[in-house]
């Protein structure tokens, strides 16, 4: 499978990384990846920055770095209704935005609540990718997510760093078979990040790489092999939705 897009990865803005911009990009490039995406965490979560930070992404240019670079947010997910922590006069400043649970946030509710909240997110027009949703601590109803990500024609992660037996969120990787196979059922489009929080983990997806050999998951519904076609999709989200983000740089 080729695999040159990361488009979720983390700087010093979000306080729990330790790498720079300019650090993710090089590291980027000397993997050989095409698209490097920075989804800083939102405001929400304790220790991050102020929203002022993601306002000025334009001064960001990628000709500069020797990579494609597109700027985006990890949003929280507030409640069980989906409702997410950056203002629409915010996001309209990013090229993407992830929408995401994390537990210092939002305490986990019953498999209806967190289905609910993961769902509900996709009805922000800004919000294109559902993140690392095969968390064991939030269970989720993966039938019901991936065919309303389908319909809403929202991006499902396969997380990395979930996936990895040592990594954050134990157990992922035995629920990341049920959550693809739903995605395989609905025709689901997918995209696979490494979560990065320094420069040595960007591109790392070998964990994911692994499982989706295993089950043979389809390669047409895994959208890092083409910054293209993962910019038109990104588009055509935000074009159905009537709006519009950063313009993207090339």
């Not at 720079?20 to 490039?29: L, P, Q, S, V, W």
């Not at 800004?126 to 991006?155: K, M, Q, S």
Request: proline content about 5%.
């Amino acid at each position: 499978m080729t695999d040159i897009i990361d488009i979720h990865t983390h700087t010093l803005a979000s306080v729990h990384a330790y790498s720079t911009i300019r650090e993710m990009a090089a590291a980027a490039k000397a993997k050989g990846l095409a698209l490097l995406g920075i989804s800083d965490h939102a405001p929400a979560l304790p220790g991050t920055f102020h929203e002022l930070y993601f306002c000025n992404f334009r001064v960001i240019r990628p000709a500069a770095y020797g990579i494609d670079i597109i700027m985006g947010a990890e949003l929280n997910i507030m409640d069980y209704e989906g409702s997410v922590d950056l203002p629409a006069r915010i996001l309209q400043k990013m090229h993407y935005a992830i929408a995401s649970l994390h537990d210092l946030v939002i305490k986990p509710g019953t498999q209806e609540e967190n289905t609910r909240a993961l769902v509900g997110a996709m009805a922000n027009p800004y919000v294109a990718i559902i993140g690392h949703p095969d968390n064991p601590a939030y269970p989720v109803d993966f039938d019901t997510l991936a065919r309303a990500a389908a319909e809403h024609h929202v991006l499902i992660e396969a997380n990395n760093a979930s996936h990895n037996p040592s990594g954050p969120r134990k157990g992922s990787e035995l629920l990341a078979r049920d959550l693809l196979a739903a995605c395989r059922r609905h025709g689901t489009h997918i995209i696979i990040g490494s979560d990065a929080h320094i420069d040595i983990d960007v591109g790392e997806h070998s964990h994911t790489h692994a499982i989706l050999a295993d089950i043979d998951f389809p390669e047409e519904l895994v959208l890092n092999s083409d910054p293209a076609r993962l910019k038109a999709w990104i588009a055509e989200r935000h074009a159905q939705n009537g709006v519009h983000g950063l313009d993207y740089f090339s």
